[in-house]
């Protein structure tokens, strides 16, 4: 198995193109499945309910309904708040070859308002959910609009504490941590964050922070318990945490090898090694992973927030929460 050295080196920045980003943000959509789940699915979602992996199990396609859930609204909606964007910064997009996932691997870097590549920023590493790539990894907005999210009270500053770049990246469907032939957590710590630093962008003095939503929540916290001295802070949205085996298996039979592979990257047993790190967790109550964040806010150290509110393992409430997990992170840089 591939090895996370926890420390990073220079490497090639390998093949890239810049963009302009989008001007005008696409429009989140609004997705309410819980309810909806018992009028699609009838007894099948009644009898599963209990064991909180119904939602996984629609969206993955295990269950029929996905098409029904996604249209209705109900107890899984979330206000989006109303944002403003100050004029994007620029975003640069390209691949590099990864020894740890041994593959071509893409990525996007987008720089804040008024920065370019080339100047010394602090930087965000922000890790795409099951089925996402690094194209898709902020939900219902570019990275270049999420750095560019206008402070609702103070419109002449941004919402971030300190202009902040983002990167994200392919990390395929293994839940962010180490297999025996792709090795995403390796790829983060030990490839894509120094093509960073090679860029000026989170070296030590400057900051670094890990966000990740779903299973990229996950992801951020599992990179942290086992490369504690490498972030300064970590945000995690509706991170997909479980607490046995079986029931990963059973909902996603690739995020772990076997039971000892689960073990050893387990989110909860591992908390302790947050101690000292600002960590911040936003989840909702209905959320079929809420059993597994709820074991892990009992875990973690005092340095986690742990935050519980109304909503579902949706993109609404994901894009409701992009933006305060951000300037999370960069009040810490």
Wanted: with cysteine; glycine share 12%.
């Amino acid at each position: 198995m591939f090895g996370v050295r926890c420390q990073t080196g220079e490497m090639e920045t390998g093949r890239e193109a810049v963009e302009l980003g989008e001007t005008t943000p696409r429009s989140p959509s609004s997705w309410s499945r819980r309810k909806a789940l018992f009028v699609a699915l009838g007894g099948v979602g009644a009898m599963l309910a209990g064991s909180g992996l119904v939602v996984e199990l629609v969206d993955r396609g295990v269950l029929p309904g996905k098409a029904t859930l996604d249209s209705l609204d109900g107890s899984c909606s979330v206000q989006i708040p109303m944002t403003n964007f100050a004029p994007l910064g620029p975003t640069i997009s390209g691949h590099f070859s990864s020894s740890a996932r041994k593959r071509d691997v893409g990525y996007t870097i987008a720089w804040p308002p008024g920065f370019h590549p080339g100047d010394e920023l602090p930087l965000v590493v922000m890790l795409h959910g099951d089925g996402g790539t690094h194209k898709t990894a902020i939900k219902g907005m570019t990275p270049a609009q999420l750095l560019a999210i206008v402070h609702q009270e103070h419109p002449s500053r941004l919402n971030t504490a300190v202009p902040t770049a983002m990167v994200t990246v392919d990390g395929g469907n293994g839940y962010w941590h180490p297999h025996r032939d792709d090795d995403p957590m390796g790829m983060v710590v030990n490839e894509l964050i120094p093509l960073c630093q090679a860029k000026g962008l989170g070296r030590p003095e400057r900051g670094l922070g890990l966000m990740g939503i779903s299973m990229g929540g996950y992801g951020a916290i599992a990179i942290a318990e086992h490369c504690p001295t490498l972030a300064r802070a970590v945000a995690a949205i509706s991170p997909a945490i479980w607490t046995t085996f079986d029931q990963a298996k059973g909902v996603n039979a690739g995020a772990y090898t076997n039971a000892q592979e689960f073990d050893a990257y387990n989110a909860v047993t591992h908390a302790s090694a947050l101690d000292g790190i600002p960590v911040q967790v936003t989840s909702g109550v209905d959320d079929p992973f809420h059993p597994g964040v709820v074991a892990f806010a009992k875990a973690a150290p005092k340095t986690t927030s742990v935050m519980f509110s109304s909503g579902c393992h949706t993109d609404s409430f994901f894009v409701a929460h992009e933006s305060q997990a951000l300037a999370f992170l960069t009040s810490n840089f």
